[in-house]
């Protein structure tokens, strides 16, 4: 599902025989859409899971616990931020016979992770791997050298036909694999020093929502419904 003010796609992974969810990078606009999908398929959400703290959006975990009794709200430990779940690396979310495995990947954030399913079919990026290119290490602690190893080290020995959804795009794409990545990728085919150089150069104007946004997501968004 897509955001379109913050370009963030939002995924809900579902059984249908346990009828358990999980939904990975809500946003606060679009969760009352979220929550009535999850509704209308007759689904349980267990887990409202974000890959790290944005800073160009508010998530919808904490909206979500409001509209789904009984939904949980999850981040990686490393973030700093609250949540009902914390999360390490190697750590397993369970739902129904599926199961999500927690694959640190900081270097956009320190507390950026991965998740990848358990057959290793797919993996939900965030902003650490995005379609042909990456997210951007120049504030919230980034670190550009800690980003390229961790996309080399932790996505790219996946599986090469595993599809990579990333947590945002900006031009229409939707889906890539990790060997489309390994090959093509214009920054992460790059050597260490030519992608930190890379990094250390783009110049990108500050989000605009961030002063809202990051000390909203460290107390896991809004809490209530909106009025």
Sequence with gaps: MFEPNSCTYT?????????????????????????????????????????????????????????????????????????????????PIHFGRFTLETRASPGHTPGCVTFVLNDHSMAFTGDALLIRGCGRTDFQQGCAKTLYHSVHEKIFTLPGECLVYPAHDYHGLTVSTVEEERTLNPR???????????????????????????????RCGVQNLPS
Excluded at 209 to 215: F, I, S, T
Aim: hydrophobic letters at 40%.
């Design 11 to 91: 995924y809900l992974l579902g059984d249908r025989e346990a009828r358990e969810a999980v939904l990975i990078d809500p946003v606060l606009e679009t969760a009352p859409r979220d929550a009535q999908l999850i509704k209308e398929l007759g689904l349980r959400l267990l887990y409202a899971v974000n890959t790290h703290c944005h800073a160009d959006h508010v998530t919808g975990s904490g909206l979500l616990r409001s509209l789904l009794p009984g939904c949980r709200s999850v981040i990686s430990r490393l973030s700093g931020a609250q949540a009902d779940l914390h999360l390490e690396d190697g750590d």
């Design 188 to 218: 992460l085919t790059l050597s260490l020093e030519e992608f930190v150089n890379v990094m250390d150069h783009l110049n990108l104007p500050r989000p605009q929502k961030m002063d809202l946004a990051v000390p909203a997501n460290m």
